[in-house]
C-alpha cells in the first residue's frame, strides 16, 4: 500500500504572469487538462497565497489536486491518492509525461518537468546522494528494523543490489558493494600479509571479512553497536561471511565498545599497528569543519597515529566527490595533524551509493618521504 | 529560482486510524511539531476527503503545507514554498530528518519517511530509471533546449557526467557514458578491421566515432534528426569527436533521412554489411508485444538480416535489467525471427542511466553453428 504523488512543474515567461484574473484563467486551463485524465475533477477550495494563487481539486476515488500558481513564473500541480497493492495507477508516467506536454504546448508554457510517481508508505525507496539528491531504490521488501542505543537500524532488500544495510535512514552498505570494501582496503596494492590491523567501526563485518582473506597477523575490530552485527550476521552474510559469528578467533577480536576508549588504552599500553580503518561516520556536509562530528573525526585521527607504527597507514572513507568543499575541509584537517602527515586518495562508484566516492590513505610524512 | 517541495510520509497502526475526532487530532499534532520549523503555522482549510482528512496550512513567506489523513493507515505532510536563488532553505533535509524523527517518536507511528528536498523549476534534474524510479541529476545548466520535427532535444550540463543528451525527456548519453558506446560495439572482442557496418540511429556520433578507431572499411550510418547531430556537434565532441562535422568521408557516409527507406534501398541493391547496429529507441515497457514501438522493432530485425551478409552480426541496446520482462518480449520476438537467429547479451553500469543496461548480439543460427 502507498499514496502516490504525481508531482509535475511547468516555467512561463514573465510577461505571462499577469493579474489576478489571468492566472485563475491559466489554472482554470490547467484543470481542463488534467480532467482528461481525471474525469469528474472539481475545485473544493481555492485562495490567494502571499505569492500567487492555490487551488484544490477533487476527483473521484479521492484523487487530490493541488494547483499552485507562483507569481516569480511557477506553476506546480500535485496530484495524489491511495494506491492499493492490485490497484492500477490513475495515471501512469506515460500519461503524465503526456499531460506535461499537452499544458506546456497549449498553454505556450517555457517549461515542463514530470516525475514518476511517488511511492509514500510503509517501505522506505528514497535515500540521498552525498549532496543531497533524491535516489529512488527498488526496494521490496523491509527484512529487520530496530532502534539500537544508537541508531536506527534496518535491512532492505533492492532487487538491483541484494540486502542493504541502512542506518539512521542512511544507505550504508549492500550486498553489492565488494568494490567499497576493496577499494577502502586498496586490496592488490596494500600488503596486509603478517600485518597487525585495527578497525574503527565496521560492524557490517565486510571490512573485516575481506581483511582476513589476506593472512594479516591479527585483526582488531573495535564496533559500539551489538544489534548492528546481529543484524548483519543474519541478512548480509555475502559480504561479512561468518566473521560476525564468533567474536573471538586465533587472527582476529571483535570488541563491542566505544573504539574511543580501546584506542586509549592502546595508547597507553603502546599497542602498536601497521593499519588503522576508520570506518566511522562520513565526513559531515557542513560549513566549517566546526561541531561534534568535526571534533570526534580530529579525535580519531590524532588518536590513530598515535597506536600506528611509523610506518603504519590510517585507510578511510571520505564523502562523495560531489562534495568537493567537505572533502576540501577534511584535508585541511588532515594538515593540522602532528606528525605531519601526507595523504592519497583514490576514488570509486560504489553501487549502493549511486556515485563516486573518495577514499583516503593517510601516513606520516617521515614514512612517506622514506618510501616505506 | 525553484519551488521546493518537501516531502514526508508516515504509516500508523490500523488500531491507531480511530474516527474523524481522532484523525483530526493526530494532524493537530503533526502542526503543533510542523510550527517548530514555520513559526506562526495556521489551518486555512480542511474537509474530509471520501478517505479520509485533508488540512491546508500557512505560513508566513508563503510556506503552504498540506497534511492529509488517510484511512488505510497513512499520512502525507507536503510543504512548498519558492526558494529563490539566494535564499535559505526553509526546512533543511537536516531539519525534515528531525521532523520526521520528532513525528514518529511522539506520535508512535509505524514508519516515517522523508524525501530529499525536489527543487521544481526550469531545470529538469529528475529522470526515471528503465523501471520509472525517480534519479535526481546534479544538473545546473541547460545548454539546448529546442525541438524537431521528431522529438523534444535538450542538453544538459551534470555536474558528474559532463554533457548529456535528452531526447524526449529520458537521459540519452551523456559524456562519461564511453562504456555505453564500447558495451554496445563490443570493442576488443568483435574485429572492426575493413569491415562494412551500418549505423540506424545513432546520431549522437559516439558510435561513429568509436567504430572508426579500429579501421573498418566502411560506415554508413542513417539517422533521421539533422537537429540531434547538430546539437551533438556542438555540445558532445568529447564522445563524438568531430565525426557529425563533415557528413562524408573516404570511410564513412551520414544519411539524414528514415533509415527503412535506406534498408529497403540497399536490400533491393544488394547491399550488404558485416555489422548492423540498432542504435534506436530502446525496448519498450509494455505488457505485451504489440503496438507500433514494437512493429518497428520486428521490422528493423527482418529488414537488418536482409542487408546482413551471412557471418553478419546485429548488435543492438536492450532496456535496463531492472526490466525482465521488456527484455524477455525482445528475446521471444528474436526466437520468431527467419532465418533462425541466436543471440548473445552482455550488460554494462550505464553512468547517466544510473543502472546497469542490456546488450544483444544477434547472428544467424547456421553462422553461429559453423562457429565464424
Not at 105 to 116: A, D, R, T, Y
Amino acid at each position: 500500500m502507498s499514496a502516490n504523488s504525481v508531482l509535475l512543474d511547468f516555467s512561463l515567461e514573465p510577461s505571462r504572469i499577469g493579474d489576478e484574473v489571468s492566472r485563475k484563467d491559466i489554472v482554470k486551463l490547467c484543470k481542463e487538462h488534467l480532467e482528461k485524465y481525471l474525469p469528474g475533477l472539481k475545485i473544493s477550495y481555492d485562495m490567494l497565497t502571499e505569492d500567487g494563487y492555490l487551488c484544490i481539486l477533487n476527483a473521484p476515488g479521492a484523487v487530490i489536486t493541488t494547483i499552485r500558481f507562483f507569481n516569480q513564473g511557477l506553476i506546480t500541480i500535485n496530484i495524489e491518492y491511495y494506491r492499493a497493492e492490485r490497484d492500477e495507477a490513475k495515471l501512469s508516467f506515460e500519461q503524465t509525461r503526456e499531460l506535461e506536454n499537452s499544458l506546456v504546448q497549449n498553454l505556450k508554457l517555457n517549461h515542463g518537468q514530470s516525475l514518476p510517481t511517488l511511492q509514500r508508505g510503509p517501505v522506505t525507496r528514497y535515500f540521498p546522494t552525498a549532496d543531497e539528491r533524491v535516489i529512488e531504490y527498488d526496494i521490496d521488501k523491509v527484512l529487520y528494523d530496530k532502534r539500537s542505543e544508537f541508531q536506527k537500524i534496518q535491512i532492505v532488500h533492492s532487487k538491483s543490489l541484494g540486502n542493504m544495510l541502512v542506518l539512521d535512514e542512511l544507505q550504508n552498505i549492500a550486498e553489492a558493494d565488494l568494490i567499497y570494501t576493496e577499494t577502502l582496503m586498496r586490496r592488490g596494492i596494500e600488503n596486509y600479509k603478517d600485518k597487525e590491523i585495527c578497525i574503527l567501526g565496521g560492524g557490517d563485518g565486510a571490512l573485516l571479512y575481506e581483511l582476513l582473506k589476506e593472512e594479516p597477523k591479527f585483526v582488531v575490530m573495535l564496533e559500539i553497536d551489538e544489534l548492528v552485527m546481529q543484524a548483519c550476521n543474519k541478512y548480509m552474510n555475502s559480504i561479512c561471511g561468518d566473521v560476525l559469528e564468533r567474536r573471538k578467533s586465533d587472527n582476529y577480536e571483535i570488541v563491542v565498545g566505544d573504539c574511543m576508549v580501546y584506542l586509549n588504552k592502546y595508547i597507553k599500553d603502546g599497542r602498536k599497528f601497521d593499519y588503522v580503518f576508520g570506518d566511522l561516520t562520513d565526513i559531515p556536509i557542513s560549513d566549517t569543519p566546526t561541531g561534534e562530528i568535526w571534533d570526534f573525526i580530529r579525535t580519531i585521527l590524532e588518536s590513530s597515529f598515535k597506536v600506528l607504527k611509523p610506518t603504519g597507514k590510517f585507510m578511510t572513507h571520505g564523502n562523495g566527490v560531489s562534495c568537493p568543499e567537505s572533502l576540501e575541509m577534511y584535508e585541511e584537517q588532515l594538515g593540522k595533524l602532528t606528525p605531519k602527515v601526507a595523504f592519497t586518495k583514490c576514488t570509486a562508484f560504489v553501487p549502493s551509493f549511486m556515485e563516486e566516492w573518495v577514499f583516503y590513505q593517510v601516513q606520516d610524512e617521515t614514512a612517506v618521504a622514506a618510501n616505506v
